[in-house]
T-cell receptor, first 110, second 114 residues
Framework: RKEVEQDPGPFNVPEGATVAFNCTYS??????FFWYRQDCRKEPKLLMS???SGNEDGRFTAQLNRASQYISLLIRDSKLSDSATYLC???????????FGAGTRLFVKA | DAMVIQNPRYQVTQFGKPVTLSCSQT?????MYWYQQKSSQAPKLLFH???????NEADTPDNFQSRRPNTSFCFLDIRSPGLGDAAMYLC?????????????FGPGTRLTVL
């Protein structure tokens, strides 16, 4: 079993749609959680950190469920520019061990 | 602008010919990481430096080495590249070991092995 697993993609959605991604992690000692965005052939960039109480940034909402060991990302009112791969990232105790999920590809179409 | 810079952006080498990739940062971060990312796969952590302390991931092949001569620079040496080492190599930095710190990535070096 992979340490971080994400929804298989790709997701193909129309503009304006709401789309949700899930991610599960296997190490209960994991401490910090993030969503990164990676455009084709570019480097990953932080989209948002995920806090225990859940957090929102504009059209993006992240949730953490420690009991079930999963993280979610909700994108409302999808834009063409949201088309990218979304990577779930988990950092374990000690701060250095960073594990990326394989990513979920999103295509938003006009 | 403060940033993470990687050179070259594209590197072509021959099977078995040593190659060095470089990373520099103007963020003055203590921690520098090297990741390998193959097509459609997750970035995989190879090793990191916390200041001068080097930490190798358990499954990083011996073929991969790293040097950090100062805070700003870090190098990835591939001693004898194989066809399976063709990938994007990403350098990243973070301010410290605190788990909630964001990692800042460079644009990557895409390595081709002929």
């Amino acid at each position: 079993r992979k340490e971080v697993e994400q929804d298989p993609g790709p997701f193909n959605v129309p503009e304006g749609a709401t789309v949700a991604f899930n991610c599960t992690y296997s190490n209960s000692a994991s401490q910090s959680f993030f969503w990164y965005r990676q455009d084709c052939r570019k480097e990953p960039k932080l989209l948002m950190s995920v806090y225990s109480s859940g957090n929102e940034d504009g059209r993006f909402t992240a949730q953490l469920n420690r009991a079930s060991q999963y993280i979610s990302l909700l994108i409302r009112d999808s834009k063409l520019s949201d088309s990218a791969t979304y990577l779930c990232v988990v950092r374990n105790t000690g701060g250095f061990k960073t594990i990326f999920g394989a990513g979920t590809r999103l295509f938003v179409k006009a | 602008d403060a940033m993470v810079i990687q050179n070259p952006r594209y590197q072509v080498t021959q099977f078995g010919k040593p190659v060095t990739l470089s990373c520099s940062q103007t963020l003055n971060h203590n921690v520098m990481y090297w990741y390998q990312q193959k097509s459609s796969q997750a970035p995989k952590l190879l090793f990191h430096y916390y200041d001068k302390d080097f930490n190798n991931e358990a499954d990083t092949p011996d073929n991969f080495q790293s040097r950090r001569p100062n805070t700003s620079f870090c190098f990835l040496d591939i001693r004898s590249p194989g066809l399976g080492d063709a990938a994007m190599y990403l350098c990243a930095t973070s301010p410290s070991a605190v788990t909630y710190n964001e990692q800042f990535f460079g644009p990557g070096t895409r390595l081709t092995v002929l």
